[in-house]
């Protein structure tokens, strides 16, 4: 408490010395959101642009390549959502070339950061939606470890997991029932998960993922999740198919 009061005693002085030095005082802090919009497209500098023309084009020769097509707009929100359940069924489907078999898969809302519009998905696109350095990443839980998991999921009022879990909780964020594939899920089990490394590493609250053991983390560039999810679009779109996904009840709310 001293301390406190010392240091805010010394601020306040650097501060007055500061005002009667440059005879400029602080009076007041005020904030507010500025939307950049269309608004602003109508008064663009000719020299910005000219400064920016020779990395636009290369930026575009980057993300405007197709990747695939979407069946409809997909975006994330929990308790559960269209994108998330999509994105946590290409980590199990991306597993394959890995030589893992994972029970099941978690992806977190906050590294969703975007939706996908109806149409076709651009690189672009994809980096929109997975932003971050994650790269895809396997571990083996216990069953009471997973348990725990989803009852960290269930806190947070849910987080994308892939098809097969079945999670029952309530308005609380407690956790009532959890199941995988239609069986319960056995403590003394044990459970393969794909998941991403930042989760792996217990961020986002799931804490349970620190306990997990026979980790396969590959490090290379090429193992980022984003080119797990554009590797899926176009393995869809050679079959001439369109993404799709949908609500499923894989996490209830009751």
């Known amino acids: 408490m001293v301390r406190n009061i010392i240091l805010g005693i010394s601020a306040l002085l650097v501060l ?29 500098d000719a020299s910005v642009e000219k400064f920016i023309a020779p990395y636009r084009h290369v930026v575009d020769s980057m993300m405007s390549p197709v990747v695939g097509q979407t069946a409809r707009y997909l975006s994330a929100s929990r308790p559960e959502s269209a994108l998330s359940n999509l ?4 980590l199990v489907w991306g597993s394959a070339r890995y030589n893992e078999a994972p029970h099941f898969a978690v992806y977190n809302m906050g590294g969703i950061r975007a939706a996908f519009a109806e149409g076709n998905v651009r690189v672009g696109d994809v980096v929109d939606v997975a932003p971050f350095e994650n790269k895809i990443c396997f571990l083996t839980l216990s069953g009471t470890d997973v348990l725990e998991l989803f009852s960290q999921i269930a806190s947070v009022g849910g987080e994308a997991v892939s098809k097969g879990v079945e999670l029952e909780i309530d308005k609380k964020g407690r956790l009532i029932s959890a199941r995988i594939h239609g069986k319960p899920v056995y403590p003394d089990a044990a459970y393969r ?4 490394d930042y989760l792996a590493q217990g961020n986002d609250k799931m804490e349970a993922f620190k306990r997990g ?32 996904a949908a609500v499923e009840g894989r996490i209830k709310i009751l």
């Open 16 to 44: 007055l010395s500061s005002c009667s030095r440059q005879q400029y005082c602080l009076d007041s802090v005020q904030r507010e959101r500025l939307l950049v919009d269309e608004r602003y497209d109508g008064a663009q």
């Open 87 to 90: 994105l946590a069924d290409i």
């Open 193 to 196: 998960v794909a998941t991403i």
């Open 213 to 244: 053991t026979n980790v396969n983390a590959p490090s290379g560039e090429s193992n980022n999740v984003r080119y797990v999810i554009m590797d899926y679009f176009r393995e869809k779109a050679s079959e001439g198919k369109k993404v799709d």
